[in-house]
């Protein structure tokens, strides 16, 4: 029996690929553009790419909405990386500047920042205000 496959956009050309649930924390490459799918950083997607990348994502993706002149966003950029790091192949994280993304900020009803979102299947599951450390942000995850 095939194992079962996750459906992964590329971040880079937007490419749907398949990937088998047991090697996704294995750094799978895009088999249009060899451009990594899931290389342990966030990716950074605005209102013009984001649908296309999180839709076709079967893994949980936790979105984190922020903005360059926000302390407690800065302060939290580190701890999001480092999760990144640690869920990469059981989670996308994805950064989503508020300020140059007013679609995706009002879609999603962000009303203050740093707020992060878990979507599932594109549908929101989850979602937590203000600073929180990598060890919460993993746990919201749920990877």
């Known amino acids: 029996m095939?194992?079962?496959?996750l459906m992964i956009a590329c971040p880079q050309c937007g490419a749907t690929n398949r990937v088998p649930a047991e090697r996704a924390g294995e750094s799978p490459q895009c088999g249009?553009?060899?451009q990594p799918l899931l290389d342990g950083h966030p990716l950074t997607l605005g209102d013009a790419?984001?649908?296309a990348v999180v839709a076709h994502c079967r893994l949980p993706v936790l979105v984190d909405f922020w903005a360059p002149w926000c302390g407690p966003c800065r302060t939290m950029a580190p701890a999001f990386e480092q999760a990144s790091r640690q869920l990469a192949g059981r989670a996308l994280l994805v950064k989503v500047n508020s300020d140059d993304n007013p679609g995706l900020s009002q879609r999603f009803a962000v009303r203050s920042i740093p707020t992060l979102v878990r979507l599932?299947?594109?549908?929101?599951?989850?979602?937590q205000s203000g600073a929180i450390p990598v060890?919460?942000?993993?746990?919201?995850a749920g990877a």
């Open 2 to 5: 095939d194992s079962p496959k």
């Open 32 to 34: 249009k553009c060899s």
């Open 49 to 51: 790419d984001f649908d």
């Open 120 to 127: 599932q299947q594109g549908r929101e599951t989850q979602r």
């Open 135 to 140: 060890s919460a942000i993993v746990a919201l």
